[in-house]
């Protein structure tokens, strides 16, 4: 059964950090695009970053361009977001996806994964 387990959220005051990691187990997910989305209250689902099945291509939202950075590690089938300089606007639950056959220019439309973790809740105090 393929599962995708984030973890790493949590609440943090503005300005500080938070390292979101996505553990995949029941398969390998070396030849997949993985992607970072999250959800605030009353809103729909947003792109936030994706990483290319070799990590060789990364992708950002313009909203966290400069600030999150996701990363891989296939030997752990792992994917992380680093986010630096936290916002209140950046208070959601993130959630981790993982899909084989993106097409180009799809990445960032939730859409296009198939495979989803559970969410784990991020929290920026002002």
Known sequence: ??????SGGGLVQAGG??????AASGRT????????FR??????????AAISWNGGRTYYADSVK???TISRDPAK???????NSLKPED???YYC????????????????YYYWGQGTRVTVSS
């Open 1 to 6: 059964q393929v599962q995708l387990v984030e």
């Open 17 to 22: 950090s938070l390292r979101l990691s996505c």
């Open 29 to 36: 997910f070396s030849s997949y695009t993985m992607g970072w």
């Open 39 to 48: 959800q605030a209250p009353g809103k729909e689902r947003e792109f936030v």
């Open 66 to 68: 400069g600030r999150f």
């Open 77 to 83: 089938n792992t994917v992380c977001l680093q986010m």
């Open 91 to 93: 208070t959601a639950v």
């Open 97 to 112: 996806a993982a899909e084989s056959g993106i097409l180009p220019g799809s990445y960032d439309y939730p859409a296009s």
